[in-house]
């Protein structure tokens, strides 16, 4: 279930939203006051088993091969192999690029066959890679944050346990990378928002679209765009077709 969590500013508690720690550790590499561009969950309810995402990243367009895209993970429960933790392939995200994606080449015949899932990363690709560093699924206590690179590959792994494996997701990017990314959050959130990105110690920045009313979490629409609208950026990108942006492009059928 993609379930963010509650937009109750009484509920927007800042050791998550605006984790010290997690912000020190984006700064160091992004930049200060990374833009938070994307809040929302994945909840992999119990009781399943066998079933799996393919490997991916969280990206379906042409993107840069330096650090631009940092997602931090909180947990509020442990997690490990026995309740679903995401299958990770830790380096992935060094030497990785838009062509080891499906969608790179849409019209390739073995993509075509792949319908039912649009994007992932491709099959010749993570073989390889397997052999060099096969993933992991981490064993993480309740509370804890993971930290990762947008680039890396990685597979939500069904949840064979009775209860559900609760994990937050928050997008940053850099200040000057220009992500259209856009946070809606009620108007009763922008004090937080205000003290989060000018207190003195790791500062955020949410690039929040504030609505005059209550917001309910469960019916904020799925609007993943990591993209760039930096042209100097995009100038520096790989020379490799654009690919597919959220909001921007057609869902081809
Ligand atoms: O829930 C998970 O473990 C991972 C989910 C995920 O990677 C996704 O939906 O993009
Ligand atoms: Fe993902």
Not at 8 to 36: C, F, H, Q, T
Not at 54 to 68: E, G, L, R
Not at 91 to 104: I, K, L, P, Q, V
Not at 136 to 158: C, E, F, N
Request: neutral net charge.
């Amino acid at each position: 279930m993609s379930q963010g969590p509650p937009l109750e500013p009484s509920l927007m508690y800042s050791d998550i939203w605006a984790n010290g720690p997690a912000v020190s550790v984006m700064s160091a590499i992004i930049g200060p006051k990374p833009r938070v561009n994307y809040v929302n969950g994945n909840t992999a309810l119990g009781g399943f088993i066998g079933a799996r995402q393919p490997v991916h990243a969280d990206i379906t367009w042409n993107h840069a091969k330096s650090p631009f895209g940092i997602v931090t993970n909180y947990y509020l429960v442990d997690v490990s192999a026995a309740n679903g933790s995401t299958e990770l392939w830790l380096g992935s995200h060094r030497d990785t690029s838009f062509a080891d994606h499906w969608n790179y080449k849409p019209d390739d015949p073995d993509f075509k066959v792949k319908k039912g899932f649009m994007f992932g990363i491709r099959d010749e690709k993570f073989e390889p890679r397997r052999e060099q560093a096969p993933p992991i699924q981490p064993t993480v206590k309740r509370g804890s944050v993971v930290i990762r690179d947008l680039r890396l590959w990685h597979a939500g792994i069904s949840n064979p346990s009775p209860d559900p494996r609760i994990m937050l997701a928050f997008v940053h990017t850099p200040w000057y990378y220009e992500c259209p990314g856009k946070v809606a959050l009620p108007e009763g959130a922008r004090g937080l928002v205000e003290e989060w990105a000018s207190r003195e110690n790791n500062p955020v920045v949410y690039n929040a679209h504030f609505v005059p009313t209550q917001l309910d979490h469960k019916v904020v629409p799925f609007t993943p765009n990591f993209s760039s609208r930096n042209k100097g950026f995009q100038a520096m990108l790989p020379d490799l077709p654009r690919g597919f942006v959220y909001g921007e492009d057609e869902m081809a059928d």
